[in-house]
């Protein structure tokens, strides 16, 4: 088996540490650092702004990236722009050109990000639309008859490819079928799926699909955000400035008629180069057998977890991502974690920005474990020691964080 943890400088300089946090934000291998900082030695400048050769270089690489990215969701590069995150890309997409009347409604599901819920909301509330639910199985996190919830005045369905609290992944490929149908606009985000489900929009067949680079190996401050060429041609940009303009007056300016137009300002190059060498790395590692290698990790945990009848197992999804979540009746999950934080364990706990979901569900707030390539089984061991421990300690002197704190 491969050692992959070994690709990672942060687990070389943090050896001690159990990292279970990878579904909020990977650790980067080395590769990846290795591509940004030969592109900032060797080629960095403003890109699109200039003729000299490192204004050149920078243009190329910034492109090159933007190819890249595109064809690891089976997109043509003219159709996908580079966002800050999968936040700044949804909040695009409540631009989109629809003449929505009052009373139109927008499709979301119990299982999104906050990311996926606050952009609706505002456009419900400035527009007098409705923002409809699908809800979701607390048995077994999957959606509950989804196609029931897209009606004659359905205009979006805006959902997530894979809950970040679960890790259960939506079968999109048939509601976004269904919905096209009914000249419904969908629009994916990826953020969870992109880094563990193989990605095709052409057969997806939805209108537009973002993820960011932080969840697949890459930096922060950079995202994908694909769009049909009929969504993003009518779709005005949300930020206006350099870099996206035809000719400008005082009164008035035209704007350029590619993707870019998405992109005003100087964008993140260096990050760009970093999310393609993310997706290089990452597809090694898949056909070495990286989705193997989680899923049995991800049930070897389910399974000692299992055993531990303090604990609530929320649903998860042998084909999801490598999540596991679970709530105690006895211990609070931020007591949990801190503990294991004191014993070099990095979970995360609370609501998960999915605060819906854990009300839909009535369930207080969870201790989440997301598994990366930076963790061994070995590490996963310790995990349950370590557990165990914040648990009997826990049982002996009483919480430490007031019950009803998220
Ligand atoms: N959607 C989901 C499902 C997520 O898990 C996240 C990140 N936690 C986001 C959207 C937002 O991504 P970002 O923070 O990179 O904008």
Redesign the pocket.
């Known amino acids: 088996m491969h050692n992959w943890q070994a690709d990672f400088p942060f687990h070389q300089h943090h050896p001690q540490l159990v990292y279970l946090d990878s579904?909020?934000t990977c650790q980067q291998p080395q590769v990846v650092l290795d591509a940004m900082q030969d592109y900032v030695i060797h080629q960095h400048a403003n890109a699109h702004r200039g003729a000299h050769g490192r204004a050149r270089a920078a243009t190329q690489a910034y492109e090159d990236a933007r190819t890249r990215v595109a064809a690891f969701i089976g997109a043509d590069a003219s159709n996908l722009a580079f966002t800050a995150?999968?936040?700044?890309?949804?909040n695009q997409l409540t631009t989109a050109a629809i003449d929505w009347q009052a009373g139109d409604e927008i499709v979301i599901s119990a299982s999104?990000?906050h990311?996926?819920i606050l952009p609706w909301q505002r456009l419900a509330e400035r527009l007098a639309l409705t923002l409809r639910v699908i809800p979701v199985s607390s048995g077994t996190g999957q959606l509950i008859e989804p196609e029931q919830y897209l009606g004659p005045r359905t205009r979006v369905l805006a959902i997530?490819m894979?809950?970040?609290v679960t890790g259960v992944v939506n079968d999109l490929a048939s509601l976004c079928k269904a919905a096209r149908a009914k000249g419904i606009r969908t629009f994916i985000?990826a953020?969870?799926a992109a880094a563990h489900v193989p990605i095709n929009v052409a057969e997806l067949g939805c209108d537009a699909l973002a993820f960011?680079a932080?969840?697949v190996y890459g930096p922060?401050g950079i995202?994908a955000l694909y769009m049909r060429p009929e969504l993003w041609q009518t779709m005005p940009p949300q930020n206006l400035g350099g870099g996206i303009v035809e000719t400008v007056t005082f009164t008035s300016s035209e704007l350029i008629s590619s993707i870019q137009k998405f992109e005003a300002g100087t964008p993140n190059v260096s990050a760009a180069v970093g999310f393609s060498a993310a997706l290089d790395w990452l597809q090694q590692t898949q056909q070495a057998g990286a989705g193997r290698y989680l899923r049995n990790l991800q049930q070897k945990l389910i399974a000692a977890l299992q055993q531990r009848p303090q604990l609530e197992l929320l649903p998860s999804d042998p084909n999801g991502t490598p999540i596991v979540s679970f709530y105690s009746q006895a211990f609070h999950c931020h007591d949990l974690a801190l503990l294991l934080a004191e014993q070099d364990i990095a979970v995360r706990a609370g609501h998960?920005?999915a605060q819906p979901l854990l009300q839909h569900w009535q369930i207080p707030g969870v201790v989440r474990l997301s598994l990366g390539l930076t963790v061994t089984e070995q590490q996963l061991t310790q995990t349950l020691v370590a557990l165990d421990k914040a648990m009997a300690l826990l049982a002996e002197t009483g919480p430490l964080t007031e019950s009803d704190e998220a």
Request: net charge negative; glycine share 0%.
């Open positions: 579904a909020a995150s999968t936040t700044a890309a949804l999104e990000h990311a996926n997530t894979a809950s970040n985000d953020a969870q960011s932080h969840k922060t995202a998960h920005c």
